[in-house]
């Protein structure tokens, strides 16, 4: 099956900087690549996605880039605010995998005022 | 409010003592999901439906049984339940019918212990 790896796993930045969160998927037949947010004591919620036979999808502050040739995609959040604060995931769906989405094991992010 | 629900939302129960956790979406979603969140571990399937009456494993089914009786409905049962299923659960839809997007709606989640 697809096994997603994400890092860093915590990630500490001042209010105003950019973040960045790499991840890798091992299925080259993996099409579709969400990020969700997840506040503390919340449910994951879909931010942004982008499908492979797209590069970048940008909204607003957020954009993610896909690299179908190293498999790996990246989520890049820009002008940070302190609402920013919490832990991303992103997921993986390989073609033909109904909707089954590997997550990677997160990525604490702390926007620091 | 298209919404997905899950019952209850925090539970504590001893080893052994059978129980099941409701799942339940009003967006007519063919596809159901469980999935199980741990420090460290991200989130991970537990088992999926495709629609009623079908259900397959995910990565870590033991332990857990589901049904899909309805399309609706989609409860978790944890007939022995061990310490090693504390954690915390969460439900998903999401429709087969938007091609290109398979965007999964979540439940708020059910955090159980297990004694």
């Known amino acids: 099956g697809e096994n997603v790896e994400q890092h860093p796993s915590t990630l500490s930045v001042q209010e105003g900087d950019s973040a960045v969160i790499k991840c890798t998927y091992s299925d080259s037949a993996s099409n579709y690549f969400p990020w969700y947010k997840q506040e503390l004591g919340k449910r994951p919620q879909l931010i942004i996605d982008i499908r492979s036979n797209v590069g970048e999808k940008k909204d607003q502050r957020i954009a993610v880039t896909l690299n179908k040739t190293a498999k790996h995609f990246s989520l890049h959040i820009t002008e940070t605010q302190p609402e920013d604060s919490a832990v991303y995931f992103c997921?993986?769906?390989?073609?033909?995998?109904?909707?089954?989405?590997?997550f990677g094991t997160g990525t604490r992010l702390t926007v620091i005022p | 409010e298209a919404q997905v629900t899950q019952n209850p939302r925090y539970l504590i129960t001893v080893t052994g003592k059978k129980l099941t956790v409701t799942c339940s979406q009003n967006?007519?979603?063919?596809?159901m999901s469980w999935y199980r969140q741990d420090p460290g571990l991200g989130l991970r399937q537990i088992y999926y439906s495709m629609n009623v009456e079908v259900t397959d494993k995910g990565d870590v089914p033991e332990g857990y049984k589901v049904s899909r009786k309805e399309k609706r409905n989609f409860p978790l049962i944890l007939e022995s339940p061990s310490p090693n299923q504390t954690s915390l659960y969460f439900c998903?839809?999401?429709?087969?019918?938007?091609?290109?997007?398979?965007?999964?709606?979540f439940g708020p989640g059910t955090r159980l212990t297990v004694t």
């Open positions: 998903a839809s999401s429709s087969r019918a938007r091609a290109g997007r398979n965007e999964q709606y």
């Open positions: 997921a993986a769906t390989p073609l033909g995998g109904a909707n089954n989405l590997f």
């Open positions: 967006m007519n979603h063919e596809y």
